[in-house]
T-cell receptor
Framework: NAGVTQTPKFQVLKTGQSMTLQCAQDMNHEYMSWYRQDPGMGLRLIHYSVGAGITDQGEVPNGYNVSRSTTEDFPLRLLSAAPSQTSVYFC?????????????FGNGTRLTVT | EDKVVQSPLSLVVHEGDTVTLNCSYEVTNFRSLLWYKQEKKAPTFLFMLTSSGIEKKSGRLSSILDKKELFSILNITATQTGDSAIYLC????????????FGTGTLLAVQP
């Protein structure tokens, strides 16, 4: 039982490049989400999914795409990276959408866009 | 605009000291307030508070919520160097989205 696994741990991109941040969970959690953490800003919600096949936007969705084809995986795509997307990205999950319980966080991906 | 404000932004104490971290909030919907501890990697859950005046306690850490005055405090007694971390406060909006709004965190450094 690995919990929430994020890959890669670190990534450096040039402006305009694309990449996918991976998030996988083996806990059969229904709810999955992506947050970004920036100094002085706290964590902010990018996108979330309340179940397989269903996604929605969070607070800061611009520049990011997501999909949820399986319960286990929730990849975050950057189609054309910008320096403003330099951040630490966290995937967070919950066993059941709407449950009044704390989110489980992955260990994060540190992304630098030059 | 919904917001969660934490104070102080940073704090340096010596081992054995007691610290109080503050979190105030203004949100349109409130279900619960959560405290997380973040060391080098993932935030780890500490407390979830839903009712006013009921203290949650875990070892040397405790927390309480005041829903009338819209704030919460996190207390750490007899601090240890292992308590050094960023402490995050977040409000859960409720409903079917499980959205959290986070404060910017308090950076606590405990010196030997």
């Amino acid at each position: 039982n690995a919990g929430v696994t994020q890959t890669p741990k670190f990534q450096v991109l040039k402006t305009g490049q694309s990449m996918t941040l991976q998030c996988a969970q083996d806990m059969n959690h229904e709810y999955m989400s992506w947050y970004r953490q920036d100094p002085g800003m706290g964590l902010r919600l990018i996108h979330y999914s309340v179940g397989a096949g269903i996604t929605d936007q969070g607070e800061v969705p611009n520049g990011y795409n997501v999909s949820r084809s399986t319960t286990e995986d929730f990849p975050l795509r950057l189609l054309s990276a910008a320096p403003s997307q330099t951040s630490v990205y966290f995937c967070a999950t919950l066993f059941r959408t709407g449950a009044n319980s704390p989110l489980h966080f992955g260990n994060g991906t540190r992304l630098t866009v030059t | 605009e919904d917001k969660v404000v934490q104070s102080p932004l940073s704090l340096v104490v010596h081992e054995g000291d007691t610290v109080t971290l503050n979190c105030s909030y203004e949100v349109t919907n409130f279900r619960s307030l959560l405290w997380y501890k973040q060391e080098k990697k993932a935030p780890t859950f500490l407390f979830m508070l839903t009712s006013s005046g009921i203290e949650k306690k875990s070892g040397r850490l405790s927390s309480i919520l005041d829903k009338k005055e819209l704030f919460s405090i996190l207390n750490i007694t007899a601090t240890q160097t292992g308590d050094s971390a960023i402490y995050l406060c977040a409000v859960d909006y409720g409903g079917a989205t499980n959205k959290l709004i986070f404060g910017t965190g308090t950076l606590l450094a405990v010196q030997p």
